[in-house]
């Protein structure tokens, strides 16, 4: 046996790092943000982003709102498989099972991005199926347009109809207050208002599918990643009513 500790202690073992990663386990986050949130200098923290992307728990994306700045994001699946290896690596009784959420997941969750032709579309129904209705969910865009074929062609080939959805701006839902709000695009992130009772929306900083030129491949790549991320926010809204009814 090695050694030398496993690679998600030594990535993790910092507390720059580990704070960097518990705040990109709520959502993505440009560099400026985080700078913020820790209260360092901006060289301090891109050195240690720099470390956790080399660990590979870190990816970077282009903001397409500002070609100036970057987001970054957490990747958790692959998180959970180094903390397993890593209790598996000490003694085997500490191999980490994969999680399980019990049926009284509930909430509102409200998705944006600008044209809700989509992303947020694609999301609110990839949640609402997930959850059989039980978690309350809607979409909208700061600039409205119609849903995208793409979009409803993919969804249908997952067994979910987009047919009878509509685009909403989201002044629709200014006074409604949400447990969850989640932009999915970097425009709409930097304009977002407050929503009652919540001062810091999640950010999912997921590319324009019909800007790709690949097409229709675009749009099954973000709906892979999308259910991956409702697959995680799933255990967030789990802990919510967990802690309300402990």
């Known amino acids: 046996m090695s050694a030398e500790p496993p690679a998600f202690l030594a990535a993790a073992g910092h507390p720059v790092r580990w704070r960097l990663l518990r705040e990109l386990a709520r959502g993505d986050l440009a560099v400026h943000e985080l700078t913020t949130l820790l209260g360092q200098p901006q ?125 909403k701006h989201l002044d629709e839902f200014a006074d409604d207050r949400f447990d969850h709000v989640i932009t999915l695009c970097d425009r709409v992130k930097e304009i977002c208002p407050r929503f009652p009772g919540h001062s810091r929306p999640v950010h999912w900083s997921l590319p324009d599918p019909s800007e790709d030129p690949a097409g229709r491949p675009a749009f099954e790549r973000l709906a892979d990643e999308l259910t991956e991320r409702i697959g995680h926010l799933l255990h967030t809204l789990a802990a919510r009513v967990n802690k309300e009814t402990s």
């Open 43 to 167: 060289n301090l923290v891109s050195y240690h982003l720099g470390k956790l992307r080399k660990a590979e728990v870190v990816s970077v994306r282009r903001s397409s709102a500002d070609g100036r700045d970057t987001y970054y994001s957490l990747d958790l699946a692959r998180c959970a498989d180094l903390l397993s290896g890593t209790g598996n690596s000490l003694h085997p009784a500490l191999r980490l099972g994969p999680p399980t959420i019990g049926d009284a997941v509930t909430g509102r969750v409200l998705f944006l991005c600008t044209g809700n032709s989509a992303r947020s579309q694609m999301a609110e129904f990839l949640l609402r199926q997930r959850t059989a209705g039980a978690v309350e969910t809607f979409s909208a865009g700061s600039r409205p347009k119609p849903i995208h074929p793409h979009a409803v062609a993919v969804m249908a080939a997952r067994g979910i109809d987009l047919g009878g959805a509509r685009s």
